[in-house]
Structure formats: C-alpha cells, structure tokens
C-alpha cells in the first residue's frame, strides 16, 4: 500500500536555496505575511494533511462514486477529509482578504495544491476545480457577484465547476450550443448539455458553482459568440442564503480508466438561470483565466505522479531481493541482491527522480511569475500584469503537456519496477498509471498544447516570449560559465540553448512554406523545449547546491545527491532533446502521404 510523505527537505530546498521566495515575498503585497515561521508552518501543517488524512484515502478512493437518481456520493471519508480542509481554512489560503481569503502569495497555494494532489489527485480535484471558479469571478466578476458567489467559495462552503464541453465538441468550443435567453429580470434562462464535467454533483458541500459556456441569441458563429455565466444549482436570496434548486442536473457519471474518486458528469441545463459573467461574446476570453488555472494545475498532476510512484517504487527496490549484481555480490550473507543494485532499476528510479524534482522546480518558478502577475493586477499595473501573463503563457503549455507526459512515463516505470506485482491493484502502483492518464487529456491534450506553443507563442508571437527566456537562461550561463564546478553543466546548457534557438528559426521558415508544418513540428517542438528548460532548472538546483556544500552547513549528503541527479539528467535524459529536434525539422510528407482511405485495414 502506497503511503504519501510530502517532500518538505526538496520543497524547501527549492523555496530558500534556489528561488529565495523570503526575498521574493518582500516585493509582492501579502508577502510581508509570509514569513519564514509562517511559511514552514503552513508547509509541515500542509504536509500533515496530505500524509495523514487524504493519502489514506487514495486506493480505498479507487472504488469510486455513487450515482442515484441525479445525486452522487462520494467515496467512504472524502466528505469528513473535506470538512477537516474547510475548518483548516485551506481554501482562501492565498484568496484576497476582501472576499474571505487571507491574502497569502499564491505560489504557497500552489505548493499546498502539490501535496494534496500528490497525496490523493482524485480528492484534490473537488477543491482544485474551486479555485479556477474563484480567479474566473475575482477576474471577471462584478462587485455584486463577487460578494454573492466569491466568498463562500473562498470558505470552501461552495465548490465550483468548469463547464465546457459538449457531446458535439471538446478542444473546438466554437461548436459550442447550450443557450442563454435573457430573463428580463437581469438574468439569463440557460439549456444545453455539458460533459466530462468534473465535480459537477457531489455530497461535499450544499452548494456547486457552475462557470458555463454558452451562446445569447444574436451570438456570432464561432468561438467570437460564447459568453460565460455563473449558473448556480440551488439560486442565492438577497441575504446570501440558498433558495429554490435551480434546473440544472446531473444525468450520469462517467465510468472511467481513472480518479474513480472524482466525480465526471454530465450536467443537464434545463433553463437554469444564470449571471453573465464579462463582457458579451467574451466568454472564451475570461474562461481561459479559468483554463490557464486549471493547466497549470494539471501540470502538478504530472510532478505528483512521478513523486507518489518513485515513493511506492523505492522501498520496494530496497527490500527485493533478485538475482545477483554483475559486478560481484554485494549481499553475501542474502538470498540475493536488492533490486538497486541493478543499472536498469537505478535508471528508472532516476528518471523518476528527475522528473518529479525538475519538473518541481520549473512549477515554482511559475508560480513565482503568477505571484508577481497578480501583484501588478493588484497595483492596477495593466503593463505589468500584461508582460508575467506573456511570460506564463510561454511557460504554461510546455508545464501542462511536458510534465504529463513525463508523470506519465514515470508511473509507468514505477510499475516495472516492481515487475508482475506492479500489476496487481493490492499494491497500488497501477492505479497511478490509471489516473495520470487524464492528465494527458483534460485542459488540452498534448497536441493542443503543443499547437499553442509554435503556434500561437512562437510563430504568431514573433518569437516574442521565446527570445525572453532565452535572454533569462543566457544571462545564467554568463554568470556561471567560469564558475569550475558549474562548467559541465554550462558547456552543455549552452550547446541545447543554441540547438533550440536554431531549430525554432528552422521550423518557422519551413513553416511559411507549409503550413501542415506547425502540426507536423509541434510535439517535437515542445518536447524539445521542456526537456531543456528543465536543463535549465537543474542547473540551478545544481549550482544552489554546490553552494551548499560549499557551505558546509545543512544536509552535505542531501547536496550531493541534488548534484548527482541533475548530472544523470544531463547524462541520460537531455540528450532527448537532441532527437525531438531532429524528427521535428522533418517534412510533413510522411506524416500526410497516404491518402486517408488506405488507412483501412
């Protein structure tokens, strides 16, 4: 049985040695709060919560929900681990103070969404899916609907949705059907049908937020006629309390692979009333803050899969004994040797490793950017605001798709690992490859991801964003090129940096010869890219922690594990990269030459 133990020494590690985030506290409002006290006894309560209330949830979870007559229940304790979240205040954690939250940054947020879904993703999504409702209203909302929705979902007494895809659509919202007729009371009577709505009915909270796509009558065709409205199911009085149910049901859940804890249902809008929320016809604009939100959120999804199975995988390689080493015994007085003494378990704890620690690193450094966005939102600084959502955005495909597809391969080596054991469900390793799969999918599949990043970020961004992290990953290697333990790291850093650069001029003109060149290029692209900005993020964890032995103070042997690491992703993971770039700079031909009916079989 899989037991979850948050990774406090790593966390902090990132957090004081690598990002300084006390220093980068100081420059944001709220910060100030967030002192070194604090913020380790929000981490080591987080950590509690995670280990001790929702880990032991995760496979008793794996028996999933209840559907009866339009009302779900949730498995066995996910409503008493709720209440205990609710009572901890975790919900308003890093939610403005006007509106019930306490104004802490929100990258700690981030932190605390790690650990939980980490611990248990089916559970955390309930909350999770809260958070994208809460920045949608706070964005976009009026005073009126801020105070009215915003601030019982920041106490956790509400919960909230996304509702956006239909039985005809999923990634092409401009298919999008469900109407919204005005009221003539201020309002708008709302019908359609939404699926694969994730928490759209459960037994958590009296009350569930929908944020819903949907057309006016006089809509234009396309993604230029959605707007987007707050529907309720039970409608709020004046006084804040809850009224008559609204029409708008759960008709099913989904028999799913995976998160079987996590209820995904369709939702049956039968008139409901709803509130515009934004401008007319702007729907898809504001949902995108909700979308961006819940990206970056799944990006965690991926971290927390390699974490949670190189913890299941570990102990297990430790205590199993199979055959002998090749390079002599090293148990003589044991049956056999540990499955770590083996080159091909070590690799595939390593690749792990690798991938839950840098692919930490590079989420930390996106909620830095978000803290410092919302900050500048916060100042009423629309330039600021505008330049750390450029640079998110750049970031945000390549968190989503990179680090689920690599959570992905990691859950899948976790189960290798233990060999025919991982097989069986008893063991739980199996289930994490069940339930990382949708993280592939949910938010844009990989190859959506991947569109948005040379498509829109690269090319149609006239390599605006690129060339910024670019300039942010050339200034390291300056700073650090003639620094004698760094230059490994650095030669090579140097010599990806530039193979991306070429290979991005390279893509961009031959896709302005064909244009099935940007689809043919793009998952090679980003997998290219993520493999080295996550090259990046190990060099400087590799350096914060040469620093650190250095030092002397501190864990030395914690140090040089850190650096022995980011010298196995160098050695045997970023040469990748080396391949995506070579099969992304091929001609769309062989991807586009059989003619569509002699695909048969």
């Known amino acids: 049985m899989i037991q979850y133990k948050a990774p406090l020494k790593d966390i902090q590690f990132l957090i004081r040695d690598v990002f300084n985030f006390q220093e980068h506290y100081q420059h944001i409002p709220g910060g100030e709060e967030a002192t070194p006290d604090m913020v380790d006894a929000i981490l080591t309560e987080a950590a509690r919560f995670s280990e001790k209330v929702i880990s032991p949830l995760y496979q008793s979870g794996d028996e999933g929900c209840r559907f009866n007559d339009g009302e779900v229940t949730t498995p066995k304790g996910f409503r008493e681990a709720y209440g205990q979240y609710v009572e901890g205040g975790w919900q308003g954690m890093s939610a403005p103070v006007e509106y019930g939250g306490q104004g802490l940054p929100l990258s700690l947020g981030v932190i605390k969404s790690e650990m939980i879904g980490t611990a248990n993703w089916a559970w955390g999504m309930y909350p999770g899916l809260s958070l994208g409702a809460m920045n949608t209203i706070y964005m976009h909302g009026t005073e009126e609907q801020k105070q009215r929705f915003l601030v019982p979902l920041t106490e956790g007494r509400w919960t909230g949705t996304m509702c956006l895809t239909e039985p005809q659509c999923g990634t092409d919202l401009g298919q999008v059907k469900t109407k919204a007729i005005p009221d003539g009371d201020g309002g708008y009577r709302l019908t359609g049908t939404k699926i694969f709505i994730s928490s759209g009915e459960h037994d958590l909270t009296e009350q569930i937020i929908h944020i819903v796509l949907a057309r006016l009558p006089d809509a234009p065709a396309g993604t230029r006629g959605i707007s987007l409205f707050i529907v309720p199911k039970y409608n709020v009085n004046e006084d804040g309390s809850l009224g008559d149910r609204n029409p708008v049901s759960c008709g099913s859940i989904e028999e799913k692979m995976g998160i079987h804890g996590s209820s995904t249902c369709v939702m049956n ?9 934004g401008p007319e016809h702007k729907g898809l604009m504001c949902m995108f803050t909700f979308m961006n939100t819940a990206r970056i959120g799944t990006s965690i999804q991926g971290i927390g899969a390699a974490e949670l199975s190189f913890q299941g995988a570990l102990p297990y390689a430790r205590e199993r004994r ?5 390079s002599g015994t090293k148990h003589p007085d044991k049956v056999a040797d540990s499955l770590m003494v083996h080159p091909d378990v070590r690799r595939m704890l390593l690749t792990q490793k690798a991938i839950a620690e840098g692919g930490r690193a590079m989420l930390y450094h996106a909620a830095r950017l978000a803290d410092r966005m919302m900050a500048a ?10 330049a750390y959502d450029d640079k998110l955005g750049f970031l945000t495909p390549v968190l989503k798709a990179f680090l689920t597809e690599l959570g992905y391969e990691a859950a899948n080596h976790g189960v290798q690992v233990y060999g025919g054991h991982g097989f069986i469900k008893e063991w739980g390793m199996e289930q994490i490859i069940r339930d990382t799969q949708i993280a592939k999918l949910y938010e844009g599949t990989t190859g959506v991801q991947a569109l948005d990043l ?4 690269i090319l149609l961004g006239k390599l605006k964003s690129f060339n910024e992290f670019r300039q942010e990953v050339n200034q390291f290697i300056r700073h650090h090129k003639n620094r004698a333990e760094m230059k490994p790291f650095i030669k090579q850093l140097k010599r990806y940096m530039l193979r991306w650069r070429i290979g991005t001029f390279r893509v961009a003109y031959k896709a302005s010869k064909d244009r099935d060149m940007v689809g043919a290029a793009s998952y090679d692209y980003l997998m290219q890219s993520g493999y080295v900005i996550m090259g990046y993020f190990w060099a400087q964890m590799a350096d914060a922690a040469f620093s650190g032995i250095k030092s002397g103070e501190g864990d030395v042997d914690f140090y040089k594990t ?7 992703y160098f050695d045997r993971m970023l040469p990748r990269a080396k391949a995506h770039n070579k099969m992304m700079l091929k001609d769309a031909r062989s991807l586009m030459q059989i003619d569509e009916e002699h695909f048969a079989f």
């Open 269 to 277: 809008f039968d008139g409901a009333r709803g509130f515009l929320i």
């Open 322 to 326: 199979s055959m002998r080493s090749l």
């Open 377 to 386: 939102h916060t100042r009423g600084d629309t330039r600021g605001y505008d």
């Open 454 to 457: 040379l498509g829109r970020k």
């Open 562 to 568: 850190k650096v022995k690491t980011a010298e196995f």
